[in-house]
């Protein structure tokens, strides 16, 4: 299909940061942007939320239906606001990561998906990727080359998501196409949203820190901060990926902590991530664009 005239695409993501489903359209040849579209967003009630954090970390087995069950729900009705789209780029829910082991896995039906939507539906990339020796991130890499060719930057830049972990993707436009040596640098930066919404569920029984206000008022205790950057991850040279919960140890370093003081502490732990991962870009990028979900970091 993408051989021919560009087409209009329409993807999906429901992120580990469990707030929901965001979708957007655009038309591409699967090189090239040549016009964003519509977008939306489709929000997770308390009950899925439920169902989905219940799963995590689950691998395949008995006991997935209910999980399933919202995941193809709230995907079928997202997508079905988007009439035009001629094919559709479906994620997912990622329940468990681990790249160098079992692999990954991401809970859906992209056939069943798209007998409902009526369009041809692409799907589960991060196990093809991670059975190919990937970290299980395949796309975002060349859509934010794409991205930095459309905003017609000359020099390097950086974008930035912060959904449940976060991720860097670092892009020299001056390259001709993704796949040239030197065109990209892609990885994990550490954790984002995903602890810090969990601090929330167990001590407030609130599904982010909207806004970061909790956060605003509390004080970054240091001591907890420098031991988390002592994690070896952060050494570690990309490519590299996390699955949410690999820095549990956040809640840890924290236990002790007011409620406050453990969410400004955590946020700060997620923004020194960010700044360690900065250090792997090949020079310093000249713009950083920062996206991303879950209701805490902003």
Known sequence: MLDKEPVWALGAMSGTSLDGVDAAMLRTDGERIFEFGGSGYRPY?????????????????AGLEPALAVVQAAHAETL??????????????????????????????????????????VWDFRTADVRLGGQGAPLAPFFHFACAKWIGARDPVAFLNL???GNLTWVDPARSGPEEEGAL????????????????????????????????????????????????YFLKMPPKSLDRDDFSVMLDLVRELGDADAAATMTAMSAAAVMRGMEHCPTPPARLLVTGAGGTIR
């Open 163 to 165: 959904g449940g972990v």
């Open 45 to 61: 009630t308390d009950a899925e939320r439920a169902v989905l954090r219940a799963a995590l970390g689950r691998w395949q087995g």
């Open 185 to 232: 640098l892609a990885f994990d930066t550490g954790p984002a949203n995903a602890p810090i919404n969990d601090l929330m569920m167990q001590r407030r029984g609130l599904d982010c820190d909207r806004d970061g206000a909790l956060a605003a008022t509390g004080q970054v205790v240091d001591g907890a901060l420098e031991l988390f950057l002592e994690e070896a």
């Open 80 to 121: 079905s606001r988007f009439p035009g789209a001629e094919i559709v780029g479906f994620h997912g829910q990622t329940l468990a990561h681990e790249p160098a082991g079992r692999g990954t896995h991401q809970l859906g039906d992209g056939g069943a998906l798209a007998r409902a939507l009526g369009v041809p539906v």
